[in-house]
């Protein structure tokens, strides 16, 4: 293949492409913008940021001492932010979407939810309105809720007033019980018996009463390594890195249809140069920008977002020259299997973003349906972010990189195969 | 096979003998059911201007496309000086120059750009392709606007700059397909002056065009192609002879023309 008229190609396309402003903004200037919005959302607690607290209303509207302590342990809760309005207004607040849950405490909760504590009566409810469209937020809440209620009743029924007049209120009726058995009786009073012997020693200081949560959490980030925080901008650059990719490739593809449509075909075909060379500049010249793309998000993120290499440096360049290799090939399709520049524009801007949104550049692919998550595996740009997130945060060696790099290449042979046999090359 | 009678052009008292740079033979090419081109045959000499004319949809741009390797030819052949064009490698294709009607340049690189990788296309570099970029502008004038963007540039100088890329590599016969469309009488008499030029210099040229004054004014030959066959195939005064012998007025080129090629409307 004679290198003069390839490195033409390769030069002129770099030409055109660093002359187009639109083309340079849109492959260099907004994925770092929006890589950086995403970034600063999904770069977690390790990252030293405050988390985001869910707004919680709390109605209290028992008073006793267990919604008292209830209210209290929710506004302790380092991940809500606790507020006390009326009850219309919380729900106002909900519907509006400022509020995620509003806990209303029914009058009467404390005694009667002590009572339940032990089996007797019913189990009073706790009213919780909550906005539909914050699921998440709203489970996170009833767990939350689940820890303080049952430290508050437990605290109060084994320790406080309440319990005490509680168990002196009871050892007579279930005594004089004509529905339990004398066995039962004997058990039951031997309990309430000795919960009333707990009561009347002096408390410890420091000593809680009640049930507490049996086990405390050792949290550990599994990262490149320990005490390595997660840095989510390693994750949204490389999605986004990936997404412009495409769609600056997809552009080259878009442009080969353009110069097509200006003739320019007929002047490239009428020199001396084979359909190989031809397809293999631009081949080349997409793989040149398409990586330029990709190192460019990569070198902001390291200035500027600290993102690391902490896997292997050769495997990060093996996995980012066979992005671009793909990325180059599926410009190549959209140039072959396109009929108009139109036509194509609307069918790669949404085969770009089925892509990357499969391939979990914008949200992770752990959220999908478990059916989907195997389907993502046909989808190259899931290997493209799998592979820069192995050898970025994950710290992931060299032999991470062999499968996205081996995959992604394979990608790219299918595109190059479909576009050379569908490619039009005669023109009449 | 329509044979061909070998063309001597006669020079002072001596008589030169010139081989075409150019002949077609026997081409043929149908696009399914529909047959474009069907044995089509003329040959361009050295310094000659052949006119090929045709109503729309007559075969033009077919035969066209296959002198230049953009089309496969069904059957019959190209051969350039000497050499029968064979794939899209063929060392021959650089002794064809080809300036489509289309204006297939660049609008964002400059014109030495455009020129620079039109250039390398055909192998040139470094020196040569400086001094072949040079003469090209120096020839349609666009010298002192070498280093503007395209997109800065006149419709007919953008005419003008599709004709240098095509004779950039100094090839020996040059395609022009209907070259003038849509310029300015100034551009169009700038273009015609370079086509003279262009052969004094030896080169032979293949014109296609609509405008029969454009044939009238610039061309030796006339090749007539109509439904995919040549059906004249002259010089202007020896078509124009034809209807005078036919018993018509002294006939003009276009009513010669619509002689042949009858008046009814093509698509």
């Not at chain 2, 070998?6 to 059911?33: I, M, Q």
């Not at chain 2, 066209?64 to 294709?93: F, H, Q, W, Y």
């Not at chain 2, 005064?237 to 080129?253: F, I, M, N, Q, S």
Request: glycine letters at 10%.
């Amino acid at each position: 293949m004679p290198l003069t008229p390839l490195v033409a190609m390769i030069r002129k396309d770099l030409q055109l492409f660093f002359s187009d402003r639109r083309a340079v903004i849109m492959s260099f200037f907004v994925p770092i913008a929006i890589a950086s919005f995403f970034g600063s959302i999904f770069s977690g607690p390790g990252s030293n940021a405050e988390p985001a607290k869910i707004a919680v209303a709390v109605i209290d509207r028992d008073n006793s001492d267990i919604s008292r302590g209830i209210v209290a342990g929710l506004e302790g809760d380092r991940n809500l932010r606790v507020a006390k309005p009326t009850e219309e207004e919380a729900k106002a607040q909900v519907r509006r979407g400022k509020t995620s849950v509003a806990i209303v405490i029914p009058p009467g909760f404390g005694d009667a939810a002590g009572r339940a504590f032990f089996g007797d009566g019913d189990k009073p409810q706790l009213g919780l309105a909550y906005d539909p469209s914050h699921g998440v937020e709203f489970a996170m809440v009833r767990g939350i809720l689940t820890e303080y209620v049952m430290q508050a009743v437990s605290r109060e029924m084994f320790g406080g007033a309440q319990g005490r007049q509680y168990v002196d209120r009871m050892l007579p009726q279930i005594q004089s019980s004509p529905r339990m058995g004398e066995e039962q009786k004997r058990l039951l009073v031997g309990l309430l018996q000795s919960i009333q012997g707990f009561y009347n020693q002096p408390a410890n200081a420091g000593q809680p009463r009640g049930l507490t949560m049996p086990y405390g959490v050792r949290e550990e980030a599994v990262t490149s390594g320990n005490n390595v925080a997660y840095n989510g901008y390693a994750h949204s650059f490389a999605g986004m890195g990936i997404q412009f990719l495409l769609f600056a490739a997809a552009n080259l593809g878009i442009e080969m249809l353009l110069e097509r449509q200006r003739g320019m075909w007929k002047r490239l075909r009428s020199a001396p140069v084979s359909r190989m060379s031809l397809l293999a500049g631009k081949t080349a010249s997409g793989t040149i920008i398409a990586l330029m793309t990709l190192l460019v998000s990569f070198g902001f993120a390291m200035l500027v977002f600290k993102v690391r290499i902490a896997g292997s440096v050769a495997g990060f360049f093996a996995v980012s020259i066979a992005c671009a290799i793909m990325a180059a090939t599926f410009g190549l399709l959209v140039a072959a299997l396109g009929r108009t520049p139109a036509s194509a524009r609307g069918v790669t801007t949404l085969a770009v973003l089925m892509m990357v949104m499969l391939g979990g550049a914008w949200v992770p692919t752990f959220i999908f349906p478990a059916w989907l998550q195997q389907l993502t595996l046909v989808v190259p740009a899931r290997w493209a972010v799998d592979g820069l997130d192995a050898m970025t945060w994950r710290g992931i060696g060299i032999g991470g990189a062999i499968l996205p790099t081996a995959v992604l290449l394979a990608f790219a042979a299918a595109f190059w195969a479909v576009a050379v046999s569908r490619f039009r090359w005669e023109e009449a | 096979m329509r044979p061909f009678v070998e063309k001597r052009r006669e020079s002072g008292a001596a008589a030169l003998h010139f081989p075409p740079v150019l002949t077609v033979t026997n081409l043929r090419k149908a696009f399914g059911p529909l047959v474009a081109v069907n044995d089509v045959s003329f040959s361009v000499e050295r310094g000659q201007l052949v006119g090929l004319l045709g109503p729309n949809g007559a075969g033009k741009t077919t035969t066209v496309s296959m002198l230049t390797g953009l089309l496969e030819p069904d059957r019959g052949e190209v051969i350039v000086a000497g050499r029968r064009l064979s794939g899209d490698t063929d060392p021959a294709k650089r002794r064809i120059g080809l300036v489509p009607q289309d204006l297939a340049l660049y609008d964002e690189l400059t014109a030495r750009d455009n020129l620079r990788f039109f250039g390398a296309l055909y192998g040139l570099a470094g020196a040569a392709l400086d001094a072949a970029i040079h003469q090209a502008l120096a020839l349609v004038e666009l010298a002192d606007r070498a280093g503007d963007r395209v997109k800065t540039y006149s419709g007919g100088m953008k005419r003008r700059l599709n004709l240098a890329a095509g004779l950039l590599h100094d090839p020996d016969i040059v395609l022009l397909d209907e070259p003038t469309v849509g310029v300015d009488p100034q551009s169009r008499n700038a273009i015609f002056e370079n086509l003279e030029t262009l052969k004094r210099r030896g080169k032979a040229l293949l014109y296609t065009t609509h405008y029969m004054e454009e044939a009238e004014r610039l061309a030796d030959r006339i090749v007539v192609i109509d439904r995919g066959t040549v059906i004249a195939d002259d010089t202007v005064a020896g078509l124009k002879g034809r209807a005078a012998l036919a018993g018509g007025a002294p006939a003009t080129l276009e009513a010669v023309f619509l002689s042949l090629t009858g008046r009814s409307l093509r698509d």
